[in-house]
């Protein structure tokens, strides 16, 4: 009875770790994406503020 009980719980766990190792794929996955975005915004950003910059130098 014993050894039924800890093969159903390694069981459970391997089924829980497999779960686990799916959701970090979507994450990683998905977070590749936004800090793609992120960085393409941030850059036009930097260019709107060095073009500010440099309009007002120019005064």
Not at 8 to 22: A, D, N, S
Not at 28 to 40: R, V
Request: glycine share 4%; proline share 0%; no cysteine.
């Amino acid at each position: 009875m014993q050894n039924e009980e800890l093969e159903e719980k390694v069981t459970i766990l391997e089924e829980l770790l497999q779960g686990f190792v799916e959701r970090m794929n979507v994450i990683e996955s998905g977070m590749a994406d936004f800090l793609k975005t992120f960085l393409e915004q941030y850059k036009v950003t930097l260019k709107s503020i060095a073009t500010r910059i440099e309009t007002a130098n120019k005064r």
